[in-house]
């Protein structure tokens, strides 16, 4: 069974900076869409960004914009989520996701179209 598998994540002042590795174990994933979401206590999860399977497209939440960026590397089976600029407020779990469909150019920002989903890594900011 393909898995996602996150690491990188800790507990950071604000400003700092944070690598976030996800590997998976399938070559299915390099034809997907892959994504990061994240969900803060008391609060749904939610969309920060995600790569088409060639890396010809990202797109970010509005919140992390500019600080974030999204990459991967399809021959180490491995999408990477880095993250400068850190703020309180991006204390959160941090989920991996595949998206459920072929290689397409779209992507969504909906987590039912995520079929796919790493075990979370906390990420903690203080100020």
């Known amino acids: 069974q393909e898995q996602l598998v996150e690491s990188g994540g800790g507990l950071v002042q604000a400003g700092d900076s944070l690598r976030l590795s996800c590997t998976h174990s399938?070559?299915?994933?390099?034809?997907?869409?892959l994504g990061w979401f994240r969900q803060a206590p008391g609060k749904e999860r939610a969309f920060v960004a995600a790569?088409?399977?060639?890396?010809?497209?990202?797109h970010y939440a509005d919140s992390v914009k500019g600080r974030f960026t999204i990459s991967r590397d399809n021959a180490k089976n491995t999408v990477y989520l880095q993250m400068n600029s850190l703020k309180p407020e991006d204390t959160a779990v941090y989920y991996c996701?595949?998206?459920?469909?072929?290689?397409?150019?779209?992507?969504?920002?909906?987590?039912?179209?995520?079929?796919?989903w790493g075990q979370g890594i906390q990420v903690s900011v203080y100020s």
């Open positions: 790569i088409t399977w060639n890396g010809d497209s990202t």
């Open positions: 399938g070559v299915t994933f390099n034809m997907r869409t």
């Open positions: 996701a595949a998206d459920r469909r072929g290689p397409i150019q779209s992507i969504s920002v909906v987590p039912s179209l995520y079929g796919s």
